[in-house]
C-alpha cells in the first residue's frame, strides 16, 4: 500500500517443522488503528515479532515506513510494548523510561520533562522514583506502555496491552490510545480482549493458524452495522416510516423497535441516536429506552476461528 | 545516545549490589591473605635453614604469586559468572525485546553490554592484584617483575572469558552457558597441567597436548604468562626456565602466544556478535 506506515507482503515463518505464519499479507495506513485477533497459537506475536525486527521471516518482507523492518532506521519512529516484558527491577519508573527515551533518540534537554509527561500519561506520575521490582502487575504494564511512546511514535504496536490492567486501567489505556490515534499515531492492538479492540480499532484483522482470514471494518466481520433498540409507549404504523430514513426498521417479538443503521448514520450511531429520540418525542409514542448496539465481536470472532479446519 | 547500554550494564551491577557485596567479599579475602602471608613470612624469617635473603625472598613470592593465582581464578570465577546469563537471561526475561527494538543496530547492544562486563572484569582483577601487591609489599618487600604485563594479561585473561561467556550465552540457557565455561577453563586448566607434566617428564607428546589445549583455551596459558611477570625481577626460579610448580612459569611468554589470545578473543567477540544478530528474539 502506498504511503503506509506497516506493510507485510506474505509473510512466512517456519520453526523447524512447525509454521507459525503461512503468507501474511497486511499493511496499516497512518492513523489508523488495527486489531490483530486470533486465538492463542494463532500466529499473531509472531506476526508483530517480524514487524519490529525481534524475527526474520523465512520468507516475505515486512516494511516500516518504506523500510525493511529488520533495518534500525525504520525503527525511528516506532513503539513497541512487547506482550511478555519485564524491566531490570533495580531502577526506578523514571530511569526505565529515560532508558528508552535515550535509546529512541529524545534528546537530553528534552528527556526530564519527556519522562514525566508520559509517566503522567500513563498514571505513574506519582510513582516515577520508586523501584519497578516494587511495581504491580498492572504499573508495569503502564509503564510498558510509557517506554513505548516515549519516542513520539507515529507507529504503535501494543501486544497484549491491557492483559494485567484492572477495568478503570484498561478504560484509561483505552483513552490514551484514542488520544495517541487522534493525534495521528497508527496503532496495531493485539489484543485477545475483544472489547478493547471494538472500541478502539477501525479494522481488524483477524489471524488463525499462521493465515489472515479476515481483514476489514468491524462492521464487515460483524456482518452489519451499529443497531438501536428503542422502546416505545405506544406502537403504531406510523413509526416505522419516521425511522426509516436511520436504515432498516424491524419490530422484535417483545415489541421493541430495532434499527439497523444504514449510510451515513452507521457511521455515526450516536448522532444517530439523537436524532431517533428526537423523532419518537417529537410524535406520539413515547420514548421509553434507546440503546446503541452493534452485533457482537466476539459471536463473529468465535464463529469464524472455530469453523472451517478447526 | 551515549553509551546508554553499557552505562545500564554497570548500573545493573550497583544497583543489585553486585560491586558492593563483590567489593566486601574480596577485601576479606586480601584481610585473610595478608594475615596468611604475614604470618607464613614471619616462619620463613625464623627458619634457619633458608639462610640467605635470596632464599627467603624466593618462598615470599612464590606465596605472593599463590595468593595473585587465588585472585585470578576469583577474577576467572567472576567473569564466567557476569557472562554466563548476559544474553540469555535477557532474552527469557523479556528485558531485551523492548531494547533492541529500539533504532540502533543490534550489534550495538552486543558490544555495549561486552564492554559493560568487560570493564567490571577488568576493574575486579586490577583491584584485587594491586591489593595483594600492595599486601605483599608491605609484608615482604615484594614488587612484580613487570606490573605492567602481568595486569595487561591478566585483563586479557578475564576479557577472554566474558567473551567466550557471552557467546555461548547467545544459544544456551543461563545454567548451560556456565557450566560450558566452566568446563572451558576447566580444560584449559587440565591442558596447562598435563603440558606441566610433559616438560617435567621430557615427554613431548604430553607438552604437544598442553600447547594444543592453551592455543584453543588459553586462559591457564595466559595466567601462567602473567605469573611471569610476577616474579621479582632477579628472583631465583630455575635455570631450565619452568619452575617446579604447576602454576607458574618463568618463561617471558612468546608476543605470538599473546597476539592469538587477542586475535582469538576478537575472533571470538565478532562470532557473538553474529549470532546474536542472526538469532530470532
Request: hydrophobic fraction near 50%; proline fraction near 5%.
Amino acid at each position: 500500500m502506498s504511503g503506509a506506515v506497516l506493510d507485510a507482503d506474505r509473510l512466512t515463518k517456519a520453526y523447524g517443522r512447525t509454521i507459525a505464519l503461512r503468507g501474511v499479507t497486511l499493511t496499516v495506513a497512518p492513523g489508523e488503528a488495527v486489531g490483530l485477533l486470533g486465538p492463542n497459537g494463532a500466529g499473531k506475536t509472531t506476526a508483530v515479532k517480524i514487524l519490529t525486527g525481534l524475527v526474520r521471516p523465512s520468507s516475505g518482507t515486512a516494511t516500516l515506513f518504506g523500510r525493511p523492518a529488520g533495518d534500525p532506521r525504520a525503527r525511528q519512529r516506532l513503539g513497541y510494548l512487547p506482550e511478555l516484558f519485564r524491566f531490570p527491577d533495580w531502577m526506578t519508573g523514571e530511569q526505565v523510561v529515560a532508558f528508552h527515551a535515550d535509546l529512541a533518540g529524545v534528546s537530553r534537554t528534552d528527556r526530564p520533562a519527556r519522562v514525566a509527561e508520559v509517566l503522567e500519561m500513563v498514571g505513574l506520575g506519582a510513582r516515577g522514583r520508586d523501584r519497578v521490582g516494587g511495581y504491580s502487575k498492572g504499573m508495569s504494564q503502564r509503564l510498558g506502555l510509557a517506554q513505548a511512546i516515549v519516542g513520539r511514535p507515529e507507529l504503535l504496536l501494543l501486544d497484549e496491552p491491557t492483559s494485567a490492567l484492572d477495568p478503570v486501567g484498561r478504560r484509561d489505556v483505552r483513552e490514551l490510545v484514542s488520544q495517541l490515534k487522534a493525534d495521528g499515531v497508527a496503532v496495531v492492538l493485539n489484543s485477545h480482549l475483544l472489547t478493547e479492540v471494538e472500541r478502539v480499532c477501525d479494522r481488524v484483522i483477524v489471524i488463525d493458524k499462521g493465515h489472515v482470514k479476515f481483514s476489514g471494518t468491524l462492521d464487515e466481520l460483524t456482518g452489519e452495522g451499529p443497531r438501536l433498540h428503542v422502546t416505545v409507549g405506544r406502537l403504531d404504523d406510523d413509526l416505522r416510516p419516521a425511522l426509516a430514513e436511520f436504515g432498516r426498521v424491524a419490530v422484535t417479538a417483545s415489541g421493541d423497535v430495532q434499527i439497523t443503521l444504514g449510510p451515513p448514520w452507521d457511521d455515526v450511531p450516536d448522532e444517530a441516536a439523537e436524532q431517533v429520540a428526537a423523532a419518537v418525542t417529537r410524535g406520539p409514542w413515547g420514548l421509553r429506552g434507546l440503546v446503541v448496539s452493534r452485533a457482537s465481536l466476539e459471536d463473529a470472532f468465535v464463529a469464524m476461528v472455530s469453523g472451517g479446519d478447526r | 545516545m551515549r553509551l546508554a547500554i553499557y552505562r545500564a550494564t554497570l548500573g545493573e551491577a550497583f544497583g543489585r549490589k553486585i560491586v558492593l557485596w563483590g567489593w566486601i567479599a574480596s577485601a576479606l579475602l586480601v584481610g585473610l591473605f595478608g594475615l596468611g602471608l604475614a604470618f607464613l613470612y614471619d616462619r620463613v624469617r625464623q627458619d634457619d635453614s633458608l639462610t640467605t635473603l635470596a632464599q627467603r625472598v624466593l618462598v615470599g613470592g612464590i606465596l605472593t604469586i599463590l595468593g595473585l593465582y587465588v585472585g585470578s581464578f576469583l577474577s576467572a570465577f567472576l567473569a564466567m559468572m557476569l557472562a554466563a546469563g548476559s544474553v540469555s537471561t535477557e532474552i527469557d526475561s523479556g528485558v531485551l525485546q523492548a531494547v533492541v527494538v529500539r533504532p540502533q543496530p543490534r550489534w550495538r547492544w552486543y558490544l555495549e553490554r561486552w564492554f559493560g562486563l568487560v570493564t567490571m572484569a577488568v576493574v575486579y582483577v586490577v583491584v584485587m592484584t594491586l591489593a595483594i601487591l600492595l599486601v605483599a609489599k608491605l609484608v615482604s618487600g615484594y614488587e612484580p617483575g613487570s606490573l605492567f604485563g602481568l595486569l595487561a594479561i591478566l585483563a586479557l585473561q578475564v576479557t577472554l572469558l566474558v567473551t567466550v561467556g557471552m557467546l555461548l550465552s547467545c544459544r544456551l540457557s543461563s545454567v548451560a552457558t556456565g557450566v560450558v565455561l566452566f568446563l572451558y577453563f576447566g580444560i584449559a586448566w587440565m591442558g596447562g597441567f598435563i603440558g606441566w607434566i610433559g616438560g617435567l617428564a621430557e615427554k613431548p607428546e604430553l607438552t604437544t597436548i598442553g600447547t594444543v589445549v592453551s592455543l584453543v583455551a588459553p586462559s591457564d596459558a595466559l595466567w601462567k604468562a602473567a605469573s611471569s611477570y610476577a616474579i621479582p625481577l632477579g628472583m631465583p626460579m630455575g635455570s631450565t626456565g619452568q619452575a617446579d610448580l604447576p602454576f607458574l612459569s618463568t618463561l617471558a611468554p612468546s608476543p605470538w602466544f599473546l597476539g592469538w589470545a587477542g586475535l582469538l578473543t576478537l575472533g571470538l567477540l565478532a562470532l557473538g556478535i553474529r549470532a546474536f544478530s542472526r538469532r530470532d528474539l
